[in-house]
């Protein structure tokens, strides 16, 4: 290693030196593309992951590795005790308790088994406990327009199966959520009000704290979309408020295949599963099951007990750093990236400007007139910058501000100045080689 995680310094943010120091932890970052040094801009869509926590994996796999909570001899206990350890420390990185904590494979995955869960529910699963999570025709569920397609398509998948209406919250010309809108919307037959706390294509940082006042003055549920803010910012769900929250392990230095769900305890203990089979279950006859308590009564099957291992790796790796100061750094860089990014000419940059009551995270997806998104992105390419294009999983933002598809350039704790710098002149020179300069 070569940062003392342990003893992170007191500054309000990083500093080029730390991240320099913090570079040298990710292997990949040494690497060249196209003759060029990598400049790594897609950690929106996933991150890169330090030594320490490819060591970890790696050395459960060689030293530990056995099926968890079952058999009773020295592997199988190490390997109960290191995956149960991991919970713990998620948990404390987003301020909640262990039994809070259920392994998904992703954020789509715990999203999808809350959604599920409710559909049992209103098939009558789940007895007087799981009463708060049955809908049927004449109940709301509310989303917003900036949803990435795992926190929609689930959603409407619920409405059609209950006969619940899905309503949704509009964005303003400049990327900001109606609040106005949303006040109207959420009402008395409200039941799910689901959102992203942070746009994975604006940027922008959504009000939490009005948005769970105006649900849960209804009784409504809260669904909080984490997956952008999880590994950018400091975050207290217990503070935030919400009954259940995703977030996803591979953009938060972890490896794919894992991901997160919390809920509320007795959300958790009330709420139907919809993943079934082995160690979920206290007692199993022929006709009828007992499911165990949560967080085991969603965790059907053999777990992903190496990624979630990584995963408490990850964030220890981020909390020894301090997600405050992270926070900062990414701040400085997303304005860098919007200012730059808008001085060029012929390039619009969605979303709100930084400022004004504004909160962005280091992520700007933009559009250059005349030049297609993937034009664009392989341009950069050519110069060893990794950009994300398309819609990013969210097409009907993207049909608001009248576009198909935008280049969308994310940065993260082992980003510099200067690999922004270098992504905007890329940017700017896209538009002389294109011929629409």
């Not at 009773?72 to 039994?99: C, I, N, P, W, Y």
Request: hydrophobic residues 45%; contains cysteine; proline residues 4%.
């Amino acid at each position: 290693m070569t940062i003392d995680l342990n003893h992170p310094t007191t500054t309000a943010t990083l500093g080029e030196a730390d991240v320099e120091r913090i570079r040298a932890d990710f292997p990949i970052l040494s690497r060249t593309v196209n003759g060029h040094p990598l400049v790594y801009l897609d950690s929106g869509a996933t991150s890169q992951k330090p030594q320490r926590v490819i060591d970890v994996e790696r050395s459960y796999y060689e030293f530990n590795n056995a099926a968890v909570h079952r058999g009773a001899h020295t592997l199988a206990g190490e390997a109960t005790e290191l995956f149960e350890d991991a919970r713990s420390a998620v948990a404390r990185f987003v301020g909640v308790a262990d039994d809070e904590i259920v392994w998904t494979s992703n954020a789509t995955e715990g999203i999808n088994l809350v959604a599920y869960g409710m559909s049992n529910a209103s098939l009558g699963r789940g007895g007087a406990a799981a009463e708060r999570f049955r809908l049927g025709a004449g109940d709301e569920i509310v989303v917003t327009e900036l949803e990435h397609h795992a926190n929609l398509v689930p959603w409407q998948e619920l409405a059609f199966r209950t006969g619940a209406t899905l309503r949704h919250i509009g964005l303003d010309d400049e990327g900001r959520l109606r609040l106005d809108q949303a006040a109207e919307i959420i009402n008395p037959r409200t039941r799910v009000v689901a959102f992203a706390h942070v746009s994975n294509v604006l940027g922008a940082v959504n009000p939490v704290a009005v948005l769970v006042a105006l649900a849960h003055e209804v009784g409504a549920l809260v669904v909080l979309d984490a997956c952008q803010s999880a590994p950018h910012l400091p975050l207290d769900l217990a503070a935030l408020d919400v009954d259940f929250a995703v977030f996803s392990g591979h953009k938060m230095l972890a490896p794919t295949g894992v991901g997160v769900l919390y809920g509320r305890s007795e959300l958790l203990n009330a709420l139907p599963p919809f993943l079934t089979g082995g160690s979920m279950i206290t007692t199993v006859g022929l006709t009828e099951s007992e499911f165990l308590p949560a967080p085991m009564r969603f965790e059907a099957g053999t777990q992903r007990v190496s990624q979630a291992i990584a995963l408490a790796a990850a964030v220890d790796y981020l909390g020894g750093i301090g997600m405050d100061r992270i926070a900062g750094w990414e701040a400085e860089l997303g304005h860098r990236l919007y200012e730059g990014l808008s001085a060029v000419p012929g390039v619009r940059v969605l979303g709100p400007a930084p400022g004004d009551g504004v909160e962005r995270v280091g992520l700007a997806s933009f559009v250059v007139d005349g030049i297609h998104s993937h034009d664009v992105g392989q341009f950069l390419d050519d110069r060893g910058i990794a950009v994300r294009v398309g819609h990013h999983c969210a097409q009907p933002v993207h049909r608001r501000y009248g576009v198909t598809s935008t280049t969308r350039a994310s940065t993260y704790l082992y980003n510099t100045a200067a690999e922004v710098d270098a992504a905007i002149a890329a940017v700017a020179d896209s538009r002389g080689f294109f011929g629409v300069a």
